[in-house]
Structures are given as C-alpha cells and as structure tokens.
C-alpha cells in the first residue's frame, strides 16, 4: 500500500519544519502488543525511539527481510498521538494477498523485531499550534492518521474543535470504533458522523458534508485521507460547500 501526500493547490506553505538534512536511519522496533480493532484490522504497539521530533498525520516505512534476502516494504500512518514516549501504534489492515499486511495478520508475534524508519511526512500533518476548527474525512483505514490527530488533540488542545466524518463499508470494518464512540460522547467539541455504505447507509455527499460543515462551522484545516476515490469525491465536494482549496491537505492510499 503506498501512501501519497498532497496539498491542494493554492495551498499555505506553513507547515512545520520537518527535518530533511539526516537520512532516515533503519532501526529495529518490537511488538509490544496486538490487539484487534476492526474485523480485519490489528493494532500493533511498538518499542521504538525515534531520532527526530514527531507529528500527528505522518508515517512509517517498514521492511520485511525473508531468509533468501528477498525485501517487501509498505508504508503504514502512525496512529499514536506523537507525545507518546518510546513506542508508537500501528493499524494494519489485512488486505487480499498483500504480503507484507498477510504477515501482520497471521504471522507477527509480540516480541518479534520489524524493521522501520520514520516519521515521515511534512504535509499531512496538525500540530496543536495550528488550532482550529478542524474537518477530518476518513475513507476506511484512511481514518488512522487521523485518529492520531484526534488523539493529540484531547491530550494537548481539547479546546480546538474538531469533528471526524468517517465512511466505512459495513459496522465491522468500523476501525476503533469504541474509542471514537467514546469520544464524541465524552470530549466536548468533538463530533463524530459514521456512515455505512453497505449497512443501509449511504455514500458521502452533498448533504452529509453540507451537515458537518453546520455542526463544526467553517474549517481553518481539512483533513482528507482514503482512496483516491473517496479523497476525489471528498475535496469536490467541500469545495463546492465553499471550503477554501487553501486549506485542505490529502493522502491518498492506493498506487
């Protein structure tokens, strides 16, 4: 699965300072622990001590090494919230006959050593700082990093309004769909909108996305992460709500 980050044109330059000047260095990182958060989604904690400072919305490249030296590599959102200290957690989905996401699924034990490097990613990023309102749009698994958003947020600015429009196919592929219930029933200024497009819901719209702009009022930041499908659609859509292209940022999954 490769991940592509994106601004939309027109965007604003002030992101944070991401260093760029050292090379990301592999490191070996352990599991801690597994825990199933969607039907076909594993959290995975892991022991890992980054060399640089963090940010929510960023990723980590990870490498599997075979005994004949063959190499897979995927890119996988960290859904930690960056001031977590010493590990991080991943969200992997088992996708068809993915090799690398086959692996986390069956294989992968608590105390096993992955290869990884990271955090990478200077766009799709939110830092208390940038406050809000915040618009986050999350297709499937694509809610991850925003999810690391949503977790900085109540740690560090549970002041900044924020509001998490999240499309999945059916309830059990509802990625932590407890915390996220939990969520928007205990943080104020947080709301959540769950649609299910095969459960007798529906797609996301006009009219959903005209509804979460009158719940949360008009965003300073976007948040758009999925398919490039559901991304597309999305970005149209706020657009023609009058969003400001300026301030929706994108990730993308899929080739």
Sequence with gaps: MAITCTATPGASSALPVIEASRPLPWQKARILCITSVASRVKAFRLGVRFDRPAFAGQHVDLRLTAPD?????????????????????????????????????????????????????????????DGGPILLAGGGS???????????????????????????????????????????????????????????GRRVDAALVDDALARLGRPCHAYLCGSNAFVGTVSDLLVDAGVDPAIIRTERFGS
Excluded: C, N
């Design 142 to 200: 694509g809610v991850v990093p925003l999810l690391a958003m949503l977790r900085h947020r109540a740690r560090a600015a549970p002041e900044v309004k924020a509001l998490l429009l999240y499309s999945v196919a059916t309830g059990d592929a509802v990625i932590a769909r407890e915390e996220l219930g939990g969520r928007a029933r205990d943080e104020p200024g947080f709301d959540l909108m769950l649609t299910l497009t095969r459960d007798g």
């Design 69 to 129: 030296g063959y190499q897979a590599r995927r890119s996988y959102s960290i859904a930690s919230a960056p001031d977590e200290t010493g590990t991080i957690e991943l969200m992997i989905e088992h996708v068809g006959d993915g090799e690398v996401s086959a692996f986390f699924d069956a294989v992968a034990e608590v105390g096993d050593e992955i290869e990884l490097r990271g955090p990478i990613g200077g766009s799709f990023v939110w830092r208390p700082e």
